[in-house]
């Protein structure tokens, strides 16, 4: 009898691996589809079946076996419903195997309570193990209760009881563990082949953004070295891919870049990501701009890191910058400069004395300001018209313009109408009265015929010097006021003079 019940509990156990094989896509729990539970709860009727075929015979009209755990298990993992339809089939397939008879009657009636006790139970909210257990100590009470009703022998009760008793416990524990292990393995198979089905759709839409993607991508070791280059790259930079794989970016970025780039691709390995704008070196010489978005990519396998690099040509967004720059940097030039005579203006003017007046209170040194007109300009403009006049006023704009070079320090402005103004920083009283002296020599050299003028038959200048050591708490335009007195005093004196209203030593 013992060799009987240790062949129905290998049978139980068998049975489980084939049908974890079977529905390995079809993973048995409360949660399951409908249709799941229900193949899971046919599967376990026709098990139960299949294990009272394979009964020990206690007597003629009395079977024993482990039907009971074909209803157990499916309560246990999958609750009411698999239970009640294994218990059913059981039930019938009691009554159709051995006849329609009493003692069939009780029997199924007995796998049917099994099945609806059980069904009970799976709702409770404890561990599962615990759940399994009731559940086939119930079963076993049940069974116990028909053994009871039906064997009139007590020994033969004693020991069948006892034997059901030991194999159901132990084979119902082993039977339990091992069909969670299927159920495992069937979760572990089935995430094992979801994970490929997502690798494989990664790849494929990586695949797809890499082929058709405008933009290059390429793939990088830690040396910088190429290890994957999209097909884009023959569109960007005109290489091919054989070309680049292996080789190290640095080979192909212009010199100017080389340091930029190579700290974009530590910190996009340290930081994780990165952006950079640097010029690429084609196949067939020259070199375009690229920007590119680098990110580093970690392999918990090996430990290494890759950085993922997508670049895109903005050579021509650049060459438009390029021309926007400059013709911002025109329209500020334009900003700045009198557009009659060429030379910088009034706005231009208020600033760069503004600056070196600054430079000057903190060096603690003289800044000189040279202010001049054109005598009697009025009657040159009614006599020549105001064509010839604004010809004039060109012509001695350049001239003393000429007498400059840009890296001598000293800023010539149109003040305004016929004025002009020469700042002149670091420059003593002394040496500002030297240029102010050139300034009317070379005037004077022009020979610009004045048939107008009360002075001569030439256009003369007027000037007036100022130089000031700077305060903190002054402001340019003491010197302003200064210069525009001594500029009033050479009118005054008889004109074509210089006049100087202070010395070095004064401070503003």
């Known amino acids: 009898m013992l060799k009987d019940f240790v062949s129905n509990a290998a049978l139980l156990i068998a049975s489980f691996s084939m049908m974890g094989v079977v529905f390995k896509d079809k993973p048995l729990h409360v949660s399951s589809p409908l249709t ?84 009970v139970i799976s709702k409770l909210k404890i561990h599962s193990t615990l759940k399994a257990f009731i559940m086939n100590l119930i079963g076993l009470l049940i069974i116990s209760t028909i053994f009871i009703v039906r064997i009139d022998d007590f020994h033969i009760l004693k020991n069948v009881l006892t034997l059901h008793y030991l194999i159901s416990m132990i084979g119902g524990f082993i039977a339990y563990h091992f069909f969670v292990f299927v159920v495992d393995s069937n979760k572990a198979h089935n995430q094992l082949k979801e994970s490929l089905l997502k690798l494989k759709e990664t790849e494929e839409r990586f695949r797809l953004i890499a082929e058709y993607s405008s933009d290059m991508i390429t793939m990088h070791n830690e040396k910088s070295e190429y290890i994957y280059i999209s097909p884009a790259v023959g569109e960007i930079i005109h290489f091919e891919y054989p070309e680049l794989l292996g080789k190290k970016m640095e080979n192909f970025i212009h010199t100017d870049d080389l340091e930029r780039i190579h700290e974009m691709f530590l910190k996009a390995l340290h930081d994780g990501v990165a952006e950079c704008t640097y010029r690429y070196r084609l196949k067939a010489g020259g070199y375009v701009w690229i920007e590119s978005t680098l990110k580093s990519v970690h392999f918990q396998e090996n430990g290494s890191k890759r950085v993922i690099i997508v670049s895109r040509n903005i050579t021509e967004r650049k060459q438009t910058e390029q021309k926007l720059q400059e013709a911002n940097e025109l329209l500020n030039r334009l900003s700045y400069m009198d557009g009659l005579t060429g030379i910088s203006n009034r706005r231009y003017f208020d600033e760069a004395l503004e600056q070196a007046w600054s430079d000057s209170s903190s060096l603690q040194s003289p800044v000189s300001l040279i202010m001049f007109d054109i005598d009697y300009f009025k009657k040159y403009n009614d006599t020549y018209g105001h064509l010839t006049g604004d010809f004039c006023l060109q012509t001695i704009a350049q001239a003393i313009k000429e007498l400059f070079s840009e890296n001598s320090g000293y800023t010539f402005c149109r003040y305004g109408g016929e004025v002009f103004a020469l700042i002149l920083p670091g420059t003593s009283i002394e040496a500002g009265m030297n240029v102010a002296q050139t300034i009317q020599k070379t005037v004077q050299k022009l020979k610009i015929p004045h048939i107008s003028s009360e002075i001569a038959d030439t256009v003369t200048l007027s000037i007036g010097l100022a130089t000031l050591i700077p305060l903190a708490s002054s402001n340019p335009q003491t010197l302003i006021k200064a210069a525009d007195s001594a500029l009033y005093d050479s009118k005054t004196k008889g004109r074509n003079t210089v006049s100087i209203e202070s010395i070095e030593t004064r401070k503003a």
Not at 90 to 106: D, H, K, N, P, Y
């Open 36 to 119: 799941s539970r229900l193949y899971w709860g046919l599967s376990f009727g026709i098990l139960g079946n299949i294990l009272m075929l394979f009964s020990i015979q206690v007597s003629s009209n009395i079977i024993a076996d482990l039907r009971h755990l074909a209803i157990v298990i499916p309560a246990a993992f999958g609750g009411y419903l698999p239970a009640l339809i294994a218990a059913s089939l059981i039930a019938i397939g009691r009554i159709i195997f051995f006849g329609f008879s009493q003692a069939s009657i009780l029997p199924s009636v007995g796998a049917l309570l099994i099945g609806i006790l059980c069904g």
